[in-house]
């Protein structure tokens, strides 16, 4: 079993993944909160708007417009989405709400193949500036981008949920969330409040590409697939929590890091997310059947 | 992701568990070639010393090729994070520009390339493909994560010599494959030996978790048990969305005066070696080694000037930087007919390029009908072929197993280049694939 | 399917009892004559490459026929059936690298195992509902995937596991001796396809397949008139996995080398596409829910068009049977062609008649079309 001074520096990274899942995590579930839908297209959403601002940056463009286009791609893409797919599907379940960004997740993911190939074995990166700077914690080092992704989590959770709860557009998206026609009788306009709820989630979606595109890779298949990772911690919340799902994610962050110095249990550590989700879940259901919705019994 | 490839993924997911064992060696980041030496191909510019150049391919100075075409398959993995087919597509650029220039004896070869998405019952299908609907007389250029595994019987079986870029172990211990390049195992040892030669009291050797792990770890474990080392194997996951922990774990196991070797794909490469700066560990080992993926100039940009001359990489190939008549005509066949070889000058196209000139070779020794028994005859009686890229003459031969290249470079990053450390040296015959191999081919 | 709104509705069109008739003998006989055909000529007429590729078809058939059980009948969305795939081919891989016994038996014996895996990844379907249900699928996918890229699959090693990670020689998984060719084996698979799919076609129109329809109209209802909805959904995974589990076997003859990267977690994803694209209900679409999964990406590659295409596709598919057509091609194109027909038989007469009523919801339309 391996000494306290050899898990240390696994506490520090466990956080950074975290703040990972975090991110990811919770901007799912805030978009779920605003728009009923279980946004699976989050990470490749992102992933595009991160490989459109590396083109740009590598074309000679300056850093600050290759992120603006990259969060405002995100915003277009989304927004595009649920003009489109949003109101013909407004009434079903959120099941099929969910498997219809998946979709949307399998036609950027071929997009991005076709035009990021993966030619000549060469690798993209993304670096911020605050990439260079940091602070020792230990016996390693932790970069301002870490602590901005972390920063950025939490930010997530504190504004969007006093945005929800408290502002007059935001308790508009959960009331539309919940049940689209009873809003609309209520006079509540109906469409520019949708269009907002989902404006605003690509604009999150971008930026979180552009932050996890840092600190994980520019890579297609990651990215849009560290959204199943991410998922767990949003299962753990049962999809109603943004501060559960962020506690949830933080803490799957460090059990994964923290089984690796464990040898017998190092290769299977990238089971954590989903070990975890499963468990919680099963737990939290023996006693009674869980839904999100009345269609779905 | 079976979605060809696979969309999703980690197959594809999981799919970047890709080859290791090539490398790139790119004087460009992303689509410029040549990033700034000497004979420049844009020599091509004016097309009189051009054409003089790439006619050098073919016999018969621009003379096209009229004649029934000789048919040649290749079999390479295109799939979202890992693509080889660049290894063609320069094949292909060869044998046009041999086509134009004579071909063979009159004869243009018609190349005909499969792109598969690690999907074992494709790759079966698609071999067969090749043989039975395009009646190919030779299989040249296949690179790809598990073909070797999977078609290495049905080569055999109807007498193909292949001549492959091989990640595969079968790339290397049949009969009836012949690999231009070193592949994981053998590299890996290349980069492990270095690192022993370096004195360290320890060696970690992590690679990415794809078909043929154990195989490609005994090679290391047998260099450092001979050298008394103690070695720890690792294993990842790829993709990687955690280098922090890989790093750590790393670091701390190799231990001040340990080195830490990897054999990645160039990406997952450059994201635990980021992770490792980042974390600020990169000084906290004696060297750091890597397997040929990594040599690629891109990678040294990457990196930055705090990995300068602290890395250490096994080079398969003779970097594409000096001026041989070889890598002459390499640069110029590129510029004018590799339309298709996205990823410009490196090792994928090197080793493309090489594939394919052992092929010419080959068939200009044919006398009479180019049937599958005479070319593969031709392609099994090369002999001592100097290419001009590797460190050593390429010899086919009628072995069971064939490793004609265990003789590599290391270089290491030097702001923003690969610069040589050590030129050409020979793989440890301690490593006993390689000791069965020297005594075959004596 | 994926709701009950729509299903109830598709469920209107295609009511589950139905007296036998010569429409039925009709469409028997259609069957059996296609099934000779796919087994007699097929492989006379097709070159190597695609005789292989309509093996993968064959396989795939009877995965997306267990995954159409589950959403489709049942209305439980599984993102898992992919994992559900790999530890059939395992098991099978398993056997018939460590014993001699009969293909068959390796098949029904992978099947079980699998049958008893698969219902273990059921039990949460008791608690959970919809969107739950299907994530948490995918978790438990995502986790046996994990596991086997570290014990990755047999190949001829010693031990439970059967892995030697250092071999230079991997042996092929053997076929059974009255299949051994590719055209052979072509057969072989297309025979257990078929007694897969009577399998499931015999529990659609007995008791456990009037249990389906009634818990997926309406679960409390179901609870209401006696039927016992935990039993007959945990029966719903285990046909589902039993079927995919004895198409695993075959998919590791059919492969001779399996590898753990090739079965991902996200195939699961690519598979719940064209079983939906498909259709979800019909039996039909379970094949053309392989053909899109199998044969078109080997036409594609034949013709030089990238991989990423189909995927594009396939999202799109999607996105166009949840908006417009809940029940799938297989349910659409015949109604399509139908009122193509009737467009055209109203030509030449041309009278002035009412048109046909659309496709879609409570239909008065005869009941028509392949189920």
């Known amino acids: ?297 | 992701m079976r979605l060809y490839r696979r969309a999703l993924e980690p197959r594809a997911t999981v799919a970047l568990a890709a080859a290791i064992g090539l490398g790139v060696l790119a004087g460009c980041s992303s689509n410029t070639p040549s990033a700034g030496t000497s004979p420049s191909p844009t020599a091509a510019a004016s097309t009189g010393a051009a054409t003089v150049r790439t006619s050098q391919c073919g016999i018969k100075p621009g003379v096209k090729a009229t004649g029934t075409p000789i048919p040649l398959g290749g079999i390479v993995t295109n799939q979202p994070g890992t693509s080889f087919t660049d290894i063609a597509n320069m094949a292909n650029a060869y044998f046009t520009c041999v086509n134009d220039n004579g071909g063979i004896n009159g004869h243009p070869i018609k190349y005909y390339i499969e792109s598969e998405q690690t999907n074992p019952g494709q790759i079966g299908a698609e071999a067969k493909q090749l043989v039975q609907t395009d009646h190919v007389v030779g299989i040249v250029g296949n690179t790809s994560i598990i073909e070797c595994s999977i078609d290495h019987s049905y080569w055999q079986k109807l007498g193909f010599f292949v001549v492959d870029s091989g990640i595969a172990p079968e790339c290397w211990s049949t009969p009836n494959s012949a690999a231009v390049n070193m592949g994981p195992r053998y590299s890996s040892d290349g980069a492990v030996q270095y690192a022993l030669a370096q004195h360290v009291s320890k060696v970690v050797f992590d690679q990415s978790n794809v078909p043929g792990t154990g195989y490609i770890a005994a090679g290391p474990a047998a260099l450092a048990a001979a050298a008394h080392t103690p070695i720890v194997q690792l294993t990842e996951n790829v993709p990687i969305t955690d280098a922090n922990s890989v790093a750590i774990k790393e670091v701390d196991d190799a231990g001040p005066n340990g080195a830490v070797v990897l054999n990645f794909t160039p990406p997952e490469a450059l994201v635990i070696l980021q992770a490792a700066q980042k974390l600020g560990l990169e000084n906290r080992v004696k060297l750091w080694g890597c397997s040929t993926p990594c040599n690629t100039d891109f990678l040294a940009k990457a990196l930055g000037p705090k990995w300068n001359h602290k890395l250490f990489v096994n080079a398969e190939l003779t970097p594409a930087l000096t001026g041989s008549p070889a890598m002459n005509l390499y640069q110029a066949i590129l510029a004018q007919y590799g339309k298709a070889v996205s990823g410009g000058i490196g090792s994928f196209s090197q080793m493309g390029f090489v594939e394919a000139q052992i092929l010419v070779h080959a068939l200009h020794t044919v006398h009479g009908a180019y049937t599958v028994a005479s070319v593969n005859a031709a392609i099994k009686a090369v002999k001592n072929f100097n290419t001009g890229m590797l460190c050593q003459p390429w010899t086919y031969g009628n072995y069971p197993m064939h490793i004609p290249n265990n003789e590599d470079y290391t270089t290491t990053p030097d702001n923003g280049h690969m610069v040589l450390a050590q030129g050409c040296t020979q793989i440890s015959s301690v490593d006993p694939q390689i000791a069965a191999y020297r005594k075959v081919a004596g | 399917m994926l709701d009950t709104a729509s299903s109830a509705a598709a469920a209107r069109q295609h009511p589950p009892l139905r007296r036998p008739g010569p429409r039925i003998l009709v469409r028997a006989a259609v069957i059996a004559a296609l099934l000779l055909f796919v087994l007699l000529a097929l492989p006379q007429l097709l070159s190597l490459y695609y005789i292989d590729t309509m093996t993968q078809v064959a396989v795939y058939c009877v995965v997306a026929l267990g995954l159409g059980v589950l959403v489709g009948r049942v209305g439980l969305v599984s993102l898992g059936q992919a994992a559900v795939l790999a530890i059939g081919a395992w098991v099978a891989a398993r056997l018939l690298f460590a014993t001699t016994q009969p293909y068959p038996l390796v098949l029904l014996e992978a099947g079980l195992v699998t049958m008893a895996a698969g219902t273990l990844i059921g039990l949460p379907a008791l608690r959970l509902r919809g969107l739950y249900l299907a994530l948490i699928t995918l978790m438990l996918a995502g986790a046996i995937t994990v596991v086997l890229a570290t014990t990755n699959f047999p190949n001829g090693g010693h031990g439970f596991l059967g892995y030697n990670g250092a071999a230079v020689h991997i042996p092929a998984i053997r076929r059974p001796s009255i299949a051994a060719s590719d055209p052979a084996y072509f057969r072989y698979s297309v025979v257990v396809a078929a007694l897969m799919f009577l399998l499931v076609f015999a529990h659609i129109r007995t008791r456990p397949g009037r249990a389906w329809a009634a818990i997926r109209q309406s679960e409390p209802a179901a609870l209401a008139a006696g039927i016992n909805t935990t039993l007959y959904k945990l029966w719903a995974f285990a046909l589902a996995s039993f079927v995919t589990g004895v198409a695993g076997g075959v998919l590791a003859g059919a492969v001779h080398y399996l590898y753990s990267i090739d079965f991902p977690a996200q195939d699961s994803i690519t598979l719940l596409a064209v079983v939906l694209m498909g259709g979800a209900y019909s039996l039909w679409g379970a094949i053309v829910a392989a053909l899109l999964l199998e044969l078109l990406p080997a036409l594609l590659n034949n013709w030089g068009v990238s991989a990423d295409w189909l995927t594009i596709l396939f999202g799109l598919g999607v996105l166009q049977v949840l908006t417009t057509a809940p029940a799938g091609l297989a349910d659409q194109v015949p109604k399509d062609l139908a009122r193509l027909g009737r467009l055209l038989r109203r030509l030449p007469a041309g009278r002035r008649e009412r048109p046909a009523p659309p496709g879609q919801g409570p239909a008065q339309e005869p009941a028509g079309g392949p189920r």
């Open chain 1, 1 to 297: 079993m391996p000494s306290w001074q050899d898990f240390q520096p696994f506490i520090v990274s466990g956080l950074a993944l975290g703040g990972v899942y975090a991110l990811s995590g919770v901007g799912t579930v805030v978009l779920y909160q605003a728009t009923g839908v279980l946004y699976l297209a989050f990470g490749a959403v992102g992933a595009m708007g991160a490989l459109i601002a590396w083109s740009l940056t590598n074309a000679g463009a300056p850093d600050w417009v290759a992120w603006l286009v990259c969060v405002a791609f995100g915003g277009v893409v989304t927004l595009g989405y649920g003009m489109l797919f949003g109101p013909p599907l407004a009434r079903r379940g959120p099941l099929v709400k969910a498997v219809a960004t998946l979709g949307l997740t399998l036609v950027l993911f071929g997009v991005m193949d076709l035009l990021w190939t993966a030619n000549g074995g060469q690798s993209r990166a993304i670096t911020l500036p605050t990439d260079n700077g940091g602070f020792m914690v230990g016996q390693v080092q932790v970069t301002w981008t870490q602590v901005i992704g972390l920063g950025a989590g939490v930010a997530l959770v504190v504004v969007t949920g006093a945005f929800l709860r408290y502002t007059k557009l935001g308790t508009a998206m959960r009331a539309m969330a919940n049940d689209r026609e009873i809003t609309a009788t209520l006079g509540v306009p109906v469409r520019r409040v949708e269009a907002a709820a989902w404006l605003g989630c690509g604009v999150i979606a971008g930026v979180a590409g552009l932050l996890l595109a840092d600190l994980v890779a520019l890579d297609a298949t990651t990215l849009t697939f560290l959204v199943i990772s991410s998922l767990a911690a949003a299962l753990i919340a049962r999809l109603r929590s943004v501060t559960l799902t962020f506690v949830a994610a933080i803490a799957i962050g460090l059990v994964h890091d923290l089984v690796t110095p464990i040898q017998s249990l190092s290769n299977y550590r990238d089971m954590t997310p989903f070990v975890l989700a499963a468990v919680a879940l099963l737990v939290l259901s023996r006693h009674r059947v869980i839904s999100l919705s009345p269609e779905e019994g």
